[in-house]
């Protein structure tokens, strides 16, 4: 079973705040995608990266930076943190589209 | 967007009962993925439907797709409380990214 990790899994920072959430897959999946969940919405994509070093823009990507390190790792960064970036984060993994694994999310609250 | 009108955003029925979900979407797709998330989880692959299968079924589950009309449904036979959770439609741009729906929130009652 393909797996996803995230961290942290909350987090609360104050408007102008620097935060970082990191996720890590195991899979060697090439494919590493960025969501956010607001309630009564479904995910929206931020950022995404087919490997090490590459950084693709997706449809919600004001506001928030993404790093790519290593084919396990991927981050995102929200370098002065609004009220309107609290949300529910998740990470997903994939070789492609076709099936995406899901990290078990970090809650965001911006004060 | 690459939605048109989201269908039920809510369903409660009854353990036992068949329920059907339905999705439309705008824009040119040949799959379209069905995920379930339940409550404290991310979501989870449960049925994947290409331009060239109109239906397929996996257990329980049933989806159908109508490229014609932009359409796809979800369907559960004799569904059971364990059903319960968060199930989005989304379409794959071809360009391994996918665009999730707004998703229907399924109560089962037992």
């Known amino acids: 079973e393909a797996a996803v990790t995230q961290s942290p899994r909350n987090k609360v920072t104050v408007t102008g705040g620097n935060v970082t959430l990191s996720c890590r897959q195991t899979?060697?999946?090439?494919?590493m995608y960025w969501y956010r969940q607001d309630t009564g919405h479904g995910l929206r994509l931020i950022h995404y990266s087919y490997g090490a070093g590459n950084l693709q823009i997706g449809d919600v990507p004001d506001g928030y930076k993404a790093t790519r390190t290593t084919q396990e790792d991927f981050f995102l960064l929200l370098e002065l943190a609004s009220p309107s970036q609290t949300s529910l984060y998740f990470c997903a993994s994939g070789q492609s589209s076709y099936e995406q694994y899901f990290g078990p999310g970090t809650r965001l609250t911006v004060l | 967007s690459q939605w048109g009108e989201e269908n039920l955003q809510a369903l409660s029925i009854q353990e036992g009962e068949d329920v059907t979900m339905n999705c439309s979407y705008k824009t040119y797709t040949t799959v379209v993925h069905w995920y379930r998330q339940d409550s404290g989880r991310g979501p989870a692959l449960i049925i994947l439907?290409?331009?060239?299968?109109r239906e397929k079924r996996s257990g329980r589950l049933r989806a159908t797709l109508d490229t014609s009309s932009q359409s796809s449904s979800l369907s559960i036979t004799a569904a059971q409380c364990e059903d319960t959770a968060v199930y989005f439609c989304a379409t794959d741009d071809n360009n391994n990214r996918i665009f999730f729906g707004d998703g229907t929130q399924l109560v089962v009652k037992p």
């Open positions: 439907i290409r331009s060239n299968e």
């Open positions: 899979n060697s999946h090439n494919y």
